[in-house]
């Protein structure tokens, strides 16, 4: 029981599961020669959208190149600087650097760990200037044009859009949801009286099927989404080289297109999503439930009632984080931290100017999270196991017994 190890992440059984439909997968392909482009990658893409409530999708090689195709394809130019959050994995932010544009950072909600609406209007409102020929703000500190704002929907939930997506309207803003970890997540749009798929709610989307994230590939792949035609136009060219026609380039593009094998195999695992995500909601209730009598030693998810989040991480906090992570993995408990380091204090970002202190709920974020093993295929006594040793962390068994006697007298 004890030596049982609970892994953090857990690729195998999903893939066993559906073993001989993924092997057909490649046998179709092997046997038809169609490996790049195609008909199955048609198909996922028409299905993928429909999944997402939007009309186009565009299949492509990865979520970085999702992020960086929806930002050029939208109009992102050279020069410009483009909002984001220090609290996300580095593919956000580079994706920027590789639209040409520059980042810039807005310091996430300590409650929802996403981009705090609030503190982008105070930042549009008080540290840039309008242009009046764009509508757009210029920033005060690097005196470059905003062109764009990328909301990144973290650990499986919605950011609360509805200020965003006003503010972007006032200040005629790109909205490029980063939606690679919220597929099929949820929000619901006071303004429309409606929820809404993360995705379909920007100018644009970008979705990565890395194998760990929901809907995860068996290799590299991503996705944008978007209900804008020219768009979607534009992304197609852009993975593709620039052509829409063999051979005839209109601009440089790229390499990234998605491969017909990945395409077959997401479109097979697209047919679970919805149960592993709504398996995932039970995992995270289940936790809730587990974890209730640490809850003054831990901060656990908050869920909003305007957000229905697919949980593709199961984050904690604790001012004592390291130490809990330790006695976890003693236990033989796999963890996760998401992320350690917030994107304005990484080396790579050195020539932003950013210093320790310009974005303190981010930094006090990647002191404290610790990310639980979340899965649809975790089972209910390795979630026992794993709420067992965190209470044992926090209160001690001659604690517990002593508090309980000091009840009892
Ligand atoms: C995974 C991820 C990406 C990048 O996706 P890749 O497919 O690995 O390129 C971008 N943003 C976030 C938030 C992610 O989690």
């Not at 483009?82 to 994995?89: E, H, I, Q």
């Not at 309207?169 to 303004?191: K, M, P, T």
């Not at 990565?208 to 590939?217: D, E, H, Q, T, V």
Request: glycine content about 6%.
């Amino acid at each position: 029981m004890e030596s049982s190890h609970v892994p953090f992440l857990d690729l195998i059984t999903p893939h066993a599961e559906m073993e001989e439909e993924i092997v057909s997968v490649f046998r179709s392909a092997l046997r038809t020669g169609a490996f790049i482009g195609g008909q199955a990658v048609q198909e996922f893409e028409n299905a993928f959208a429909a999944f997402c409530d939007v009309d186009h999708c565009i299949g492509v090689s990865s979520g970085t190149d999702a992020l960086r195709f929806a930002l050029v394809g939208a109009g992102v130019a050279g020069g410009e600087s483009v909002l984001t959050v220090p609290n996300t994995f580095i593919a956000t932010a580079e994706a920027i650097s590789q639209a040409g544009a520059r980042p810039e950072f807005i310091d996430v909600d300590e409650r929802t760990y996403n981009m705090d609406p609030e503190k982008l209007g105070e930042y549009l409102e008080a540290r840039c200037d309008r242009d009046e020929r764009t509508r757009r703000p210029i920033s005060r500190r690097t005196k470059r044009t905003i062109s764009a704002v990328v909301p990144v929907h973290l650990y499986g939930q919605t950011c609360d859009m509805e200020r965003i997506l006003e503010l972007a309207e006032a200040w005629n803003l790109i909205v490029v949801e980063d939606a690679c970890q919220a597929h099929g997540a949820e929000y619901f749009s006071r303004r429309q009286s409606r929820w809404r798929k993360a995705g379909s709610m920007g100018t644009a989307a970008a979705f990565s099927f890395y194998p760990g994230k929901n809907l995860g590939a068996c290799g590299e792949a991503g996705a944008v989404t978007t209900n804008d035609p020219e768009l979607a136009r534009w992304v197609r060219m852009l993975r593709d080289h620039g052509q829409a026609e063999k051979y005839c380039h209109d601009v440089e593009g790229y390499n990234g297109r998605l491969d017909a094998i990945q395409a077959g195999i997401l479109h097979a695992k697209l047919r679970f999503l919805s149960a592993w995500n709504e398996r995932r909601r039970g995992v995270a209730l289940e936790y809730e439930q587990l974890l209730a009598d640490a809850s003054a030693e831990i901060t656990l998810p908050y869920h909003p009632a305007w957000a229905k989040s697919v949980y593709h991480l199961y984050v904690i906090r604790s001012n004592i984080r390291d130490q809990l992570r330790t006695h976890l993995s003693q236990h033989n408990i796999g963890t996760g931290i998401h992320y350690p380091i917030a994107l304005h204090l990484q080396r790579a970002y050195r020539h932003l100017g950013y210093t320790e202190g310009d974005f303190p709920i981010s930094e006090k974020i990647a002191r404290e999270v610790c990310s639980l093993p979340i899965y649809p295929q975790i089972t209910r006594e390795q979630q026992h196991k794993i709420a067992d040793k965190i209470s044992s962390f926090f209160l001690p068994d001659d604690k517990r017994s002593f508090s309980f006697q000091a009840i009892a007298h």
